[in-house]
T-cell receptor, first 113, second 113 residues
Framework: AAGVIQSPRHLIKEKRETATLKCYPI?????VYWYQQGPGQDPQFLIS???????DKGSIPDRFSAQQFSDYHSELNMSSLELGDSALYFC????????????FGPGTRLTVL | QQQVKQSPQSLIVQKGGISIINCAYE??????FPWYQQFPGKGPALLIA?????SEKKEGRFTISFNKSAKQFSLHIMDSQPGDSATYFC????????????FGAGTILRVKS
């Protein structure tokens, strides 16, 4: 079965640089969630989208922005990167009628040097 | 402050034994309680989930027990196997809050062969 695809899988950036993470949801899934997981920590909700509209926002820094496109894929844009942004970033997808059931992608490991 | 409290932090079980992980929550608006399994460097994988109108749900070797009055739920892994060694996260969500997942801190399970 098709799963959530995230790219890139690994990303290394310098402080103050910009990063773009991409998420391709499971086919026919129309809702996307982004989570951040620090080392040894639980995933923390960042932001979610349904039908290209932001549906909810968590503890996402103002330096981060995201959007969902017409094909339902989503991109998380991160600017002015800080050392503390180093983490695993997960995207999860679901169907609007079952948004409680979220399926996670493999994640993007971002390292900021 | 962790909205979903998970214990123990780590657990060592002999092969064939029963692994038990407990979670507690405060927000009575939560209406969906999934458990996720995560291997190092991988995305969380949905194991099993339950809603408050059911007190127990079983899928294979995995069972969720739910106590609505106590606001507690637990995961039981029967006949634990070395391949079950992973980090387990309980989570909770609510339609009222856009179904974003709130995770417990995680339990590192090691099954000794």
């Amino acid at each position: 079965a098709a799963g959530v695809i995230q790219s890139p899988r690994h990303l290394i950036k310098e402080k103050r640089e910009t990063a773009t993470l991409k998420c391709y949801p499971i086919p026919r899934h129309d809702t996307v969630y982004w989570y951040q997981q620090g080392p040894g920590q639980d995933p923390q909700f960042l932001i979610s989208f349904y039908e290209k509209m932001q549906s909810d926002k968590g503890s996402i820094p103002d330096r981060f922005s995201a959007q969902q496109f017409s094909d339902y894929h989503s991109e998380l844009n991160m600017s002015s990167l800080e050392l503390g942004d180093s983490a695993l970033y997960f995207c999860a997808s679901s169907i609007r009628t079952r948004t409680d059931t979220q399926y996670f992608g493999p994640g993007t490991r971002l390292t900021v040097l | 402050q962790q909205q979903v409290k998970q214990s123990p932090q780590s657990l060592i079980v002999q092969k064939g034994g029963i692994s038990i992980i407990n979670c507690a929550y405060e927000n009575t608006a939560f209406d969906y309680f999934p458990w996720y399994q995560q291997f190092p460097g991988k995305g969380p994988a949905l194991l099993i989930a339950i809603r408050p109108d059911v007190s127990e749900k079983k899928e294979g070797r995995f069972t969720i027990s739910f106590n609505k009055s106590a606001k507690q739920f637990s995961l039981h892994i029967m006949d634990s196997q070395p391949g079950d060694s992973a980090t387990y996260f309980c989570a909770a969500s609510s339609m009222e809050y856009g179904n974003k997942l709130v995770f417990g801190a995680g339990t590192i399970l090691r099954v000794k062969s």
